[in-house]
């Protein structure tokens, strides 16, 4: 997926970057409205993340255009705003979505896949929410996971992170990426945090746990 973020706060842009990054998605930033705009002019995107509170030209205002210019690239608006009357005053411009900040780095990723299979008219399948795989089963809503049939105690961390890990089934899955879904943008990214939780996830999924392999040079992989 092709991906423009435009996005002025420089920390927030390279969290959502790499992240992105690390999905195997490419992705062009630009720190301002304008500059955006002769982006879109040159190339052709999947998805525009589009920061609402932009120095010069605002976030509604490039939608406007981009509108204007009969652009139809779906737009995914971030604010620092949760207010109604901005949301729909976007939206009446010709955002597609909103996200507001902070939100959770996996929110971002099932929103701009969202968008990007509703300008393809892909549907998606329904799901009961449970993750499955042999005699694992992690149910998102009760937030347990079973181990043949037995359930295992596991800390908030470690529920996030087993349910990301099977989310993602055989995908290899980066450090970083990791770090940025389980534990956000201001765990040091220099941290063993990562490792020191999938040595645990190991040991508690019993047999299960080799099924969590490591990914020499990139990061760990479940399948």
């Not at 690390?22 to 500059?35: C, L, N, Q, R, S």
């Not at 009357?85 to 959770?104: Q, S």
């Not at 990007?116 to 799901?127: K, L, N, V, W």
Request: hydrophobic share 40%.
């Amino acid at each position: 997926m092709n991906i423009l973020l435009i996005e002025d706060e420089l920390r927030v842009a390279d969290f959502v970057r790499r992240g992105l990054k690390a999905e195997g998605w490419v992705v062009e930033h630009a720190d301002d409205g304008e500059t955006g705009l002769e982006i879109m002019q040159d190339r052709g995107f999947d998805v525009v993340i589009l920061d609402l509170m932009l120095p010069g030209l605002s976030g509604q205002h490039v939608c406007q255009k981009m509108r204007a210019r009969s652009n139809p690239t779906p737009v995914l608006m971030l604010t620092a705003l949760d207010s109604t009357d901005e949301r729909v005053a976007g939206l009446r411009l010709g955002a597609d979505d909103y996200l507001p900040k902070p939100f959770d780095f996996d929110e971002l990723i099932a929103r701009v896949q969202a968008l990007h299979r509703r300008s393809t008219g892909y549907a998606c399948c329904q799901s009961d929410g449970k993750l499955r795989h042999q005699g694992l089963i992690y149910d998102s809503a009760a937030m347990v996971l079973t181990v043949d049939g037995r359930i295992v105690e596991l800390s908030a961390k470690e529920r996030e992170l087993i349910a990301l890990l099977m989310a993602s089934e055989n995908k290899a899955l980066s450090r970083e990426r990791i770090l940025n879904s389980v534990w956000g943008t201001h765990e040091d990214p220099m941290t063993n945090v990562v490792d020191v939780y999938i040595g645990r996830l190991r040991k508690k999924l019993g047999p299960y746990g080799k099924r969590i392999t490591t990914v020499r040079g990139a990061g760990y992989r479940f399948g």
